[in-house]
């Protein structure tokens, strides 16, 4: 992408001169040079007038296509905005029977537009595509702010807020074709798919849906911090404990419990995210890109997904999975470490398990 360099400064030109035009008797039989291709202007307006026209000529814009599934009385208008923009609707549907028909065919196109809440499936279908997955685009109603961080929850990378039109549309597919074209989502001419940066694709070399040793899990954050401090990326940490009620279950059931909530725990986290386990029956999960209120949103998520576990039997007493969680994460403009994050999320982890909270978050 060319970058434009700054706007001349009109200080000092002050007004032209008038001229009078020169008559067909009196211009010269030579052409005008200062309109000659081959001259450059001398005058700055037209110097920037020019540029602008150059840049405006190379910008292209990737061509997204794309699967719609949002609600009955959402669904056209968002089509006719997709295509409006200039993009393709491969496929659209609505409701349950909507999901089964698109799902098939996520691994094909470069970006979804999803509605939120109901559509939460085809965005973990999508998710599972990586690391050259589509672009997730989660459509809400209601205020931008509460639009954002139910999309952020659900894992989507944008959010669209309803009703949809082309004013509000297009700005959002212009992202999702950057996105598309960083993560090697386009194939080149040649019909290979450029490899996706690492600023944007997995953070480590890890197995999806798997616990990080520790040191992986710690470089990985390291990474994140510095990429988090010099693009002003918001980034959070969050920790949670299996919680047991007294008495102490017998023997094996603890081992048990952890184990499930480990499993639940790995299968509930996004995409980008990073989970390693910790001593004391706790485990560790980093969310890049996110800030400490998107967080919280996921950690709930998390914890429903644990609570949500088969129980164990054993003693004559049933044992459910449980944990209790903490989020802390960066300040923008602040400086933090990884020993920073570590020390502020264990602190809020036992404050919540002092007070009963099932989730404590860093104000």
């Known amino acids: 992408m060319t970058t434009r360099p700054p706007r001349a400064s009109t200080k000092g030109f002050g007004k032209r001169p008038k001229t009078r035009g020169a008559t067909q008797g009196e211009r010269p039989d030579k052409p005008d040079k200062r309109r000659s291709p081959s001259v450059v202007p001398t005058d700055p307006f037209e110097r920037i007038a020019d540029e602008v026209v150059e840049d405006t000529a190379r910008a292209e814009i990737l ?22 923009a200039g993009h393709v609707v491969v496929a659209g ?19 979804v537009l ?3 809440p109901g559509g939460e499936p085809l965005i973990d279908v999508a998710l599972a595509q990586a690391p050259r997955r589509p672009v997730v685009i989660a459509a809400c109603t209601g205020s931008a702010v509460d639009a954002a961080r139910r999309a952020a929850a659900a894992g989507a ?25 960083q993560c090697g989502q386009s194939v080149d001419a040649g019909g290979a798919a450029a490899d996706p940066p690492a600023a944007l694709g997995e953070l480590s070399d890890r197995e999806p849906g798997a616990l990080q040793p520790f040191e992986v899990f710690q470089q990985a954050v390291e990474g ?31 081992g048990i419990l952890r184990a499930r909530a480990g499993n639940a725990l790995v299968n509930a986290i996004r995409d980008v995210d990073l989970v390693t386990e910790l001593e004391q029956d706790r485990f560790l999960v980093l969310l890049p890109y996110t800030d ?3 967080g919280a949103e996921v950690a709930r998520r998390i914890i429903s997904a644990v609570a949500a576990a088969d129980p164990v039997v054993a003693g004559g007493r049933t044992f459910s999975p449980k944990l209790v969680g903490a989020v802390a994460g960066t300040r923008p ?31």
């Open 157 to 181: 990378d944008l959010v669209a807020v309803r009703p949809h039109d082309v004013e509000r549309l297009a700005p959002i597919l212009l992202a999702a074709a950057r996105l598309a074209e």
């Open 333 to 363: 403009g602040e400086p933090v470490s990884f020993a920073d994050l570590m020390r502020d999320v264990t602190q809020l982890l036992e404050q919540a398990a002092v007070t009963g909270a099932s989730l404590a978050v860093e104000s």
């Open 93 to 111: 549907a609505s409701g349950r029977e909507g999901f089964e028909k698109l799902r098939a065919a996520v691994g094909s196109v470069d970006a």
């Open 63 to 84: 061509q997204l296509r794309m699967l719609v599934l949002e609600g009955a009385t959402h669904l056209a208008s968002a089509q006719g905005a997709i295509v409006a």
């Open 292 to 294: 400490r209120l998107v």
């Open 224 to 254: 994140a911090l510095e990429r988090a401090q010099r693009y002003a990326y918001p980034l959070a940490v969050a920790m949670f404990g299996v919680d047991i009620a007294p008495p102490p279950p017998p023997p094996g059931v603890r």
């Open 114 to 116: 999803v509605g939120v």
